[in-house]
Nanobody, 127 residues
Framework: QVQLEESGGGLVQAGGSLRLSCAASERTFDLYAIGWFRQAPGKEREFVGAISRNGGNTYSADSVKGRFTISRDTAKNTVYLQMNPLKPEDTAVYYC????????????????????WGQGTQVTVSS
């Protein structure tokens, strides 16, 4: 399975921005659709957004639509989550996850669809 590592988390004021990175260990990274999830204390892990294997399609949860953008750089084996503007309710540990996609355009959205997960990165938004 592909190994993933998130980075870019931190403490930011409401209205600010952060860019999270999800770096993969394999050169076959382009065989995977990548999703972002988050988990706040005491809450279940929830879907944030995902990008297809070929980078042509993305889908975002309603709670972040218009504020968060997902992109991928195949040459760098990295997927990005640009977050702007951030709100206090965005505070959570953010995880990226990989789905081995047979279809290049597919954007999976269910947690159970993803087989490889990173360790997570903390995002804290102060009011």
């Amino acid at each position: 399975q592909v190994q993933l590592e998130e980075s870019g988390g931190g403490l930011v004021q409401a209205g600010g921005s952060l860019r999270l990175s999800c770096a993969a260990s394999e050169r076959t990274f382009d065989l995977y659709a990548i999703g972002w999830f988050r988990q706040a204390p005491g809450k279940e892990r929830e879907f944030v957004g995902a990008i297809s294997r070929n980078g042509g399609n993305t889908y975002s949860a309603d709670s972040v639509k218009g504020r968060f953008t997902i992109s991928r750089d195949t040459a760098k084996n990295t997927v990005y989550l640009q977050m702007n503007p951030l709100k206090p309710e965005d505070t959570a540990v953010y995880y990226c996850a990989a789905h081995a996609a047979s279809l290049a355009w597919l954007v999976p959205t269910n947690l159970a669809d993803f087989g490889s997960w990173g360790q997570g990165t903390q995002v804290t938004v102060s009011s």
